[in-house]
């Protein structure tokens, strides 16, 4: 059977389709990205050149498993594909072309731990008030422009956003991102952003550079395209403006990175963008059930600022949503730990079959207490992954000087490495001294005694400055995992990590090693063409969070924006509540709760045969046990795709505590107020005097109730049938609601 006979009939069109600007805008698991596959493997048998085509994704996992698929129809040939993340496929164009912006092709790759440090230094070079200058606002801030394009130069010439800057006393950021600016380049280094901003500089000074590539990519693809903000979308604009022949997918609906300059105006501009644009919609869902599928659309719903979709499915109906109510976050992980256990056993599904999605990171905790405590193994995509581990940065640390002795972030972290007796003031004496003359910390080592005179810390600096030439020495004259042991054993970081016989650093000295296998895999990977240290070191840096996997088979943990573009057989939605879920950060206009709401969204579109969720109504959270209260979001998906909630005690879920469960609802929160849904009631009432907090027991037929977002109402019936209590409600603006009564805080009119 070929590829095409697997793609109904608007994904064929959109496969067979290639000359000229496509857009598919389509709902969740519809099929899109497997239509840029098959796109791309299409257009191979058609006899374009693999590198020819240029396909950018949303993570380095995703690229992976695409060129894995296209080479099952294709051959090995996929391998020349240009395929990979935006920053990995501009930093390898920068790596060529950066000379002509005054790089060199070894630049460094900040991560946001460098960028950090590098902000911090200079709001205490500028004797600012750090608890003002916050380091992150302030990297968000210059992050932020030059998403937009701005330069430091015209950021300080922006009459608009320097007046914001000086109203919320912080009238230094321009001068901050002018010294960033100039420090990253002074150390041969860019961070995430500028791979970004310099691939638009480089194509919009240098035309001969813009032309070569245009010539090159004679056709572009780019999956999760309304997650990509004003800086790609220029660059692929600028790459295809002379064969037009792009290819975006993208779902509205699943927008989550406005935060990051996002943009999903992208999306509209597209068409002014391509007159000739196609536009393929893909409306038919293949992954979930009915129940999953509709139970998402009654949700979105709620976001005014939508494209019109109506995605469906020929699905099984499958089970309804199963709702986990836990006193503590710790007995919400025991929950589902044990449910997760109970669906293996009965259906023999492996651990892969499951995900855990929370809003933040930190959530993470309770779960894997109780996962390990029933010996089900799991792996947490985006925490600290590998890379981020301290031994690991150590090593990489020196690697990074090694290759850019210009890079000033990898040289702090060094010098004192171990211990040899050079403290913070002498590294701030070196930088403030490369700041002077204006020339990099590594050109003073080498000349250490002409700035520092002859004393023992000149004779330290000295001796270091020829251990990093040894290391420079050997990495010309031998392949990158040689070069890398003589740098761990040279620079004492492995003899430091063995001579610690803890349990930590034993781990630690393992680690140590596992970089060094890392590095001897990547010299031996055929598919690696360039087996150099620095190729290797790009690759760590681009690494992103999501990337980080092992092959065992295990229940995936990770927070709802990194599941993007995933399918799990079984997914859990923990911590739906509110302040959590929708994030009380997020909470500061509409247009934040719609993205929250987008990532509910997301959220529940992973699943494909069962969907969980959970809250919980105690909490630790930044040290402190907080009462909490079912997210709105429950209450917005339609009551007739759920179950009532799972009896706990049939689960063994630990201890029970009813009382708390039944006034959990009634409680008032101690958190902030949602501000856009407060409303004082009109007329002569008073919230304290005529309103009373719902008991479900007390309602009736025929009362007037009001109830936080649809306002005032009466309820028309109440349902006793079944776990829980349901209200037909008549809202006066927003018609007849059905809600189970124990979400619906309802407020009783009297
Ligand atoms: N025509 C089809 N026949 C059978 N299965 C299909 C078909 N189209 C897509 N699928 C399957 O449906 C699932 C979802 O597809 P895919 O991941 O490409 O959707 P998507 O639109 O990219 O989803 P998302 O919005 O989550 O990124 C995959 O398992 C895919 O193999
Ligand atoms: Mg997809």
């Not at 041969?188 to 090159?216: G, P, R, S, V, W």
């Not at 903000?229 to 609906?253: K, P």
């Not at 909490?628 to 706990?648: A, G, V």
Request: with cysteine; charged share 25%.
């Amino acid at each position: 059977m070929s590829y095409l006979d697997t793609l109904n009939e608007p994904q064929r069109l959109a496969v067979e389709t290639t000359k000229g600007p496509m857009m598919i805008i389509a709902g969740a698991g519809s099929g899109k990205t497997r239509v840029l596959t098959y796109r791309i493997a299409h257009l191979m048998q058609q006899g374009v050149e693999p590198f020819n085509i240029l396909s950018l994704t949303f993570t380095n996992k995703a690229a992976k498993e695409m060129r894995e698929r296209i080479e099952k129809v294709v051959g090995t040939e996929a391998r020349n594909l240009w395929m990979g993340t935006f920053h990995s496929i501009f930093a390898k164009i920068l790596r060529f072309e950066g000379h002509l912006l005054g790089y060199q092709s070894n630049f460094t790759i900040y991560d946001s731990d460098d960028s950090k440090s590098l902000i911090k230094s200079i709001i205490k070079d500028f004797n600012l008030d750090d608890k003002l200058y916050k380091p992150n606002s302030v990297l968000g801030r210059i992050s932020n422009a030059k998403n937009n394009l701005i330069s430091w130069r015209a950021y300080m010439n922006n009459s608009e956003l320097t007046m914001d800057d000086e109203n919320s006393g912080r009238p230094k950021i321009g001068e901050i991102y002018k010294e960033y600016a100039i420090r990253c380049f002074r150390a041969n280094a860019m961070d995430f952003d500028d791979l970004l901003f310099n691939t638009n500089i480089l194509f919009q000074n240098h035309l001969e550079a813009l032309n070569k590539y245009q010539d090159k990519f004679r056709y572009v693809l780019i999956d999760e395209f309304q997650d990509t903000n004003l800086s790609q979308y220029l660059i692929t604009r600028r790459l295809a403006a002379r064969h037009q022949n792009i290819c975006v997918v993208g779902d509205d609906a699943q927008s989550i990175y406005a935060f990051r300059g996002a943009n999903i105006q992208n999306i509209l501009n597209f068409e002014k963008d391509y007159p000739d644009l196609k536009v393929v919609k893909l409306e038919q869902n293949y992954r979930s059930t009915q129940t999953i599928v509709q139970a998402a659309n009654s949700v979105i719903r709620y976001n005014k600022a939508q494209l019109k979709k109506n995605v469906w499915t020929s699905n099984d109906n499958g089970t309804p949503i199963h709702m986990i109510k836990a006193a503590t976050d710790a007995e919400e992980g025991r929950l589902i730990a044990t449910s997760i256990f109970e669906e293996k056993m009965q259906r023999t599904l492996p651990n892969s079959a499951f995900a855990i999605l929370y809003r933040t990171n930190a959530q993470s905790r309770a779960l894997e207490e109780a996962l390990r405590r029933l010996n089900i193994k799991y792996k947490i995509i985006g925490g600290l992954s590998f890379y981020q581990r301290k031994e690991i940065k150590d090593i990489v640390g020196y690697l990074r000087f090694t290759i850019n002795p210009q890079d000033v972030e990898a040289f702090k972290r060094i010098i004192n490495l171990p211990k040899r007796g050079i403290g913070k003031t002498t590294v701030d004496k070196l930088i403030v001294r490369s700041n002077e003359t204006q020339t990099s910390v590594w050109e003073i080592l080498c000349n250490i005694e002409r700035h520092f005179g002859a004393g023992r810390t000149s004779k330290v600096l000295d001796s270091f400055t020829t251990m990093v030439k040894s290391f420079q020495l050997s990495v010309e004259q031998k392949n990158a995992y040689d070069a890398a042991t003589d740098i761990a054993r040279g620079s004492g970081l492995l003899r430091e990590l063995y001579d610690d016989k803890s349990v930590e650093g034993r781990v630690r000295y393992e680690n140590l090693q596992e970089l060094l296998n890392a590095i001897k895999a990547f010299v031996d990977d055929p598919e690696n063409e360039d087996k150099s240290l620095d190729a290797f070191l790009q690759q760590v840096s681009l690494l992103s969070s999501a990337d980080n996997e092992t092959d065992e088979d295990s229940v995936t943990l990770m927070t709802i924006h990194m599941s993007k573009g995933l399918e799990f057989k079984n997914v859990y939605i923990v911590g739906l509540e509110e302040n959590l879920f929708p994030s009380q950060l997020m909470l500061e206009s509409r247009a934040d709760l719609e993205e929250e709401r987008r990532l509910f969204y997301v959220a529940i579109t992973r699943a494909e045969q069962k969907l969980f969720l959970s809250y919980a109504l105690q909490r630790y959270r930044f040290g402190k046990l907080i009462m909490c209260e079912p997210s709105r979001f429950l209450e917005e998906i339609d009551p007739q795709f759920m179950t009532s909630f799972l009896p706990q005690g049939a689960l063994g879920g630990g201890s029970r505590d009813t009382s708390m469960h039944r006034s959990g609802f009634t409680r008032k929160v101690a958190t902030k107020p949602k501000p856009q849904f407060t409303r004082v009631p009109k007329g002569n009432h008073t919230v304290s005097q005529n309103f009373k907090p719902n008991n479900p027991d007390e309602l009736q037929q025929g009362q007037k109730v009001e109830h936080a977002k649809f306002g005032f109402g009466k309820i028309v019936s109440i349902d006793t049938h079944g776990k829980d209590k349901r209200a037909k409600v008549h809202f006066e603006n927003f018609g007849e609601k059905t809600l189970i009564l124990s979400f619906a805080k309802l407020m009783i009119c009297e």
